[in-house]
């Protein structure tokens, strides 16, 4: 069950080391596995995935491509209901990140000319979406629909088939509706180094997005810089934020919701009311047996943690420091609070914004920082799949006015040749000027 910590009686130093013991370490092993694996898959291409799933995942695969059959089927094996629910994830999702794609810009320079800023998408993204004995198609929609809405040209996905070589209905029913181009089944880090350095089947990405195993993690972090990756998506957090208006049922449920993910996952409760603290944990207690995978949860409780503070700017103070994936305000005045939230994937603010609907339904993706990583990194978003290009055209007059700075500081740094191309384009016939320096370089001992 989860632990209680008392930071009105600890040492805050001492609850601040355990809340840090959140980072992973990468087994040697798996790293040489995942090493071993990628350079396979740059030097086999095809054989190497197939022999990869045959031994992992379906041992009698012989397609890599998902065909239109496949699609077709899958599109008549979905329930009104689950065809319905797909649907209205992805116009809400296309809608949140419609209002936040930035625009190329430029500024008018007084003499003529303009700086700026221009903005294109990717040209081909590669998905990972997590599969086996489990089907994601909201992590399909949550990656694929930013990414269309960026304006990327070509989505391909990659997931683990079943051990009968199929895929869920649902995730080729996702696929389809957010615009993948294609869907090859080959998961792992076989399927990251397939989309980093290409195969006869499976094309090169420009970058490669999605949450997925140790093993797939470890291969995205290996091949960053021969492919652009999104971000460490690591083992599911959730912190909760309450004061003494907090309903312990909603505290218990949203908690839960999170460590379902796996038993790797963790939870925080903070709060400064030993009453809500105490009654949380009864209410956990009460809702784990009806859980399905309360197995997974049991584990991930072990791992988890409750602070009573002394105050709600100490709770959110010991949430900053864990900097967590998913954050929720339970309080009476979530907005008066935000401004000193300065860690977080995710924040959902007041009692009536559950963890389940930001994973599936508000409209941002649900791909979010983990270990931490939310101090320095941002969820996926539309600019994730947006490149940004610097615009400098100046006219004569403007050049020359700034002239004379850029030969200081190119004087400064010892580079002649940037300051020359700053004079050069102000002299109307430099061949005078070049034949002296060359004079001046003839003459230096």
């Known amino acids: 069950m989860i632990q209680i910590l008392d930071s009105r009686g600890d040492l805050p130093e001492r609850v601040r080391v355990q809340l840090r013991r959140i980072a992973q370490e990468y087994p040697a092993e798996a790293e040489a596995t995942v090493r071993m694996i990628c350079e396979r898959v740059r030097q086999e291409g095809d054989t190497a995935l197939l022999a990869f799933t045959r031994q ?3 041992p009698n695969l012989t397609a890599l491509e998902v065909s239109n059959e496949e699609f077709d089927r899958a599109a008549h094996q979905i329930e009104p209901s689950l065809r319905n629910a797909i649907r209205l994830a992805i116009v809400r999702v296309r809608r949140f990140h419609e209002a936040m794609r930035p625009r190329s810009w430029w500024l008018e320079e007084p003499r003529g000319g303009l700086i700026g800023q221009w903005i294109r998408p990717l040209q081909r993204v590669g998905l990972y979406v997590p599969g086996g004995r489990a089907q994601y198609p909201s992590t399909v929609i949550m990656n694929a629909v930013p990414a269309q809405v960026a304006g990327v040209t070509e989505l391909i996905l990659c997931t683990p088939p079943r051990r009968d070589g199929s895929l869920p209905a649902s995730v080729l029913f996702a696929a389809r509706e957010a615009g993948v181009s294609r869907v090859f089944k080959v998961g792992g880090a ?5 989309m980093a350095f290409g195969t006869e089947t499976v094309p090169r990405v420009d970058k490669i997005v999605g949450p997925g195993n140790l093993y797939v993690n470890l291969a995205k972090r290996l091949l960053w810089g021969q492919v652009g990756v999104d971000l460490w998506a690591g083992p599911s957090e959730v912190a909760l934020i309450a004061d003494e208006s907090a309903n312990p049922a909603f505290l218990a449920a949203d908690l839960l919701t999170q460590l379902e993910h796996g038993e790797e996952s963790r939870g925080f409760l903070f709060s400064p009311s030993e009453q809500v603290v105490h009654a949380a944990r009864q209410a956990i207690e009460q809702q784990l047996p009806l859980r399905q995978r309360r197995a997974l949860i049991t584990h991930a409780l072990q791992q988890s943690v409750a602070v009573i503070t002394r105050d709600l700017d100490e ?7 864990v900097a967590p994936e998913h954050l929720s305000l339970m309080v009476q005045e979530p907005w008066q609070w935000l401004p000193k939230v300065r860690h977080a994937g995710c924040i959902l603010l007041g009692h009536f914004s559950p963890q389940s609907l930001g994973d599936y339904l508000a409209g941002p993706s649900h791909t979010l920082p983990t270990g931490g990583a939310a101090r320095f990194e941002s969820p996926v ?8 290009s610097s615009l400098i055209a100046f006219s004569s007059e ?13 004087q400064e740094e010892g580079f002649d040749g940037h300051a020359w191309g700053a ?3 102000d002299v109307p016939n430099p061949a005078p000027m070049l034949r002296m320096q060359e004079e001046d370089m003839e003459a230096q001992p």
């Open 56 to 58: 992992w995942d379906c």
């Open 315 to 321: 709770a959110i103070d010991l949430a900053n420091e």
């Open 423 to 425: 004079t050069v384009r």
């Open 190 to 194: 076989q399927a990251i180094a397939a």
């Open 381 to 388: 978003s539309v600019e994730t799949f947006l490149k940004r």
């Open 398 to 410: 403007s050049l020359h006015a700034l002239r004379d700075a850029i030969i200081a500081l190119a």
